[in-house]
């Protein structure tokens, strides 16, 4: 029972008190307006090359924009309880640490989905894209994968937290690593060989492909196995995020290093 107090209680305290400091002023512009912004910028580029149709820009960077909730939101839930001072004292808890994390990750992935599908809805409405009324319960689930998928990969860069000082930089780094490698705005086919092996094993590639193909009229069985992809990389993902996290704290301990860098 505590350890789902832990897991429910304590990460809805730990998010709720993110956007404390990161009040509305922040997120609206940050998660509600920026997606929008880089769909249009990237689906008026696509016109201009020639290259795809509005509909691929539109999905491609809507569920890929759920990286920065999804990457940062991490990274602030342990590298901000270091920058407040606040982390030795979580740290010397005897709180189980897998309901400590997971249930930090748990707002994250709903966050992601929420930024991703108001991107996708909005972005669809400017341009013109159709999403059959159909598709959306797959599209839901969809989105809701990539969402956890990104998260595992946020919790490796929360573990990283603890060892770089500006863990921000790291975390822009990676989006822009996604927004490269994921096949959001360039198809996958186009990019060059070793660039399409990596986008096999990091988040958002498989769950853009299946959303593109369940807009295009795709049932929902028909993607089944990029869905289950995804969710396999997010699980291993949120595996060595975990298993990082507790190698560093342990290395905190041991060196007194957890708020030095």
Same mark, same amino acid.
């Given at each position: ?145 990539? &969402?956890?998928?990104?998260?595992? =990969?946020? %919790?490796?860069?929360?573990? !990283?937290? /603890?060892? #770089?000082?500006?863990? *921000? ?48 009229? &795709?049932?929902?069985?028909?993607? =089944?196995? %990029?869905?289950?992809?995804? !969710?396999? /990389?997010? #699980?291993?993902?949120? *595996? ?22």
């Amino acid at each position: 029972m505590t350890a789902v107090r832990i897991f429910a209680v304590g990460g809805l305290m730990s998010y709720r008190a993110l956007f404390y400091w990161l009040t509305p002023m922040i997120y609206i512009p940050s998660l509600v307006v920026a997606p929008i912004f880089q769909i249009l910028l990237m689906a008026y580029i696509g016109r201009s090359a020639g290259l795809a149709s509005d509909e691929f820009y539109v999905v491609g960077n809507a569920i890929q924009y759920a990286a920065v909730p999804c990457l940062f939101a991490m990274m602030y839930l342990v590298g901000g309880e270091k920058y407040q001072n606040t982390l030795g004292a979580i740290l010397v808890s005897p709180a189980a640490r897998l309901p400590l994390f997971f249930g930090r990750a748990v707002p994250v992935v709903l966050n992601g989905a929420f930024v991703a599908a108001f991107s996708l809805l909005v972005g669809s409405l400017i341009l013109g894209v159709e999403i059959p009324a159909e598709s959306i319960p797959a599209l839901a689930l969809v989105i809701i994968v990539a &969402a956890f998928s990104c998260t595992g =990969l946020g %919790l490796i860069n929360a573990a !990283l937290a /603890l060892r #770089v000082r500006e863990a *921000a930089v790291l975390s822009n780094v990676l989006f822009g690593f996604l927004l490269i490698f994921t096949g959001a705005n360039v198809p996958l086919s186009d990019l060059p060989d070793w660039m399409q092996t990596v986008s096999q094993w990091i988040p958002f590639t498989h769950a853009i492909e299946a959303a593109r193909e369940v807009v295009d009229g &795709a049932s929902a069985s028909s993607v =089944l196995d %990029l869905v289950g992809t995804e !969710l396999l /990389l997010g #699980v291993a993902y949120l *595996a060595a995020g975990y298993l990082l996290l507790r190698f560093f704290e342990n290395q905190g301990r041991r060196h007194a290093t957890l708020e030095r860098s």
